[in-house]
């Protein structure tokens, strides 16, 4: 969808007047009846202030999809990684969202099943997992988080390159454990815990 019908639709579902958001922003409801149809952009200036007004994110007006989460019961297993590839920075949301970071939209990682290079040991030791990666941890290829998730809780540990790619955590049962290479992309494993 086009940002016109975006701002048609997103007002009309507000149900209020080109008038009354003109008044709202300070322009004329010429101007607003233009964005409308495509025959003229609202000043960037104006983008943040449209979006407060008609109830979404800048993300969601310039995408053109309303965002409506439905995971209202925020349950941690049904949420999404997203990682930047310019900082690095790794996200997470519990539900559907618009992630940006460095200037780019960010799309929701698909999980792999690991591979014969992206293997893992758990061993217990006390009352916690001690787990390794056997991988490259290079600058250039390195496993750069786990992170264990259960329904109502998550255990995040970040590696940095020319580290080791072991950590401990607590695992418990019906657990997701989660991994991240920087060359690979995210993988999933489901470790069999007893009790």
Partial sequence: MDLSNTIK???????????????????SAKAVSKWETGKGLPDISLIEPLARALGV???ELMAGTPMQNKNIASNLM?????????????LHSMGDAHISCCG???PPLEAEDPDEHHTLTIEQVEDEHFITIRHPMTKDHFIS??????ADRMQFVKFYPEGNAETRLHLR???????YCNKHGLMLTRPQIPG
């Fill in 9 to 27: 639709k997103l007002r009309e579902n507000k149900g209020i007047t080109q008038a009354v958001l003109a008044e709202t922003l300070g322009v």
């Fill in 145 to 150: 988080l786990i992170a264990y998730v259960t």
């Fill in 57 to 59: 994110s800048v993300s």
């Fill in 173 to 179: 049962r019906n657990g997701a454990l989660y991994f």
């Fill in 78 to 90: 049904r949420g999404k990684f997203y990682v930047c590839p310019i900082c690095g920075n790794v």
């Fill in 104 to 106: 780019i939209a960010l």
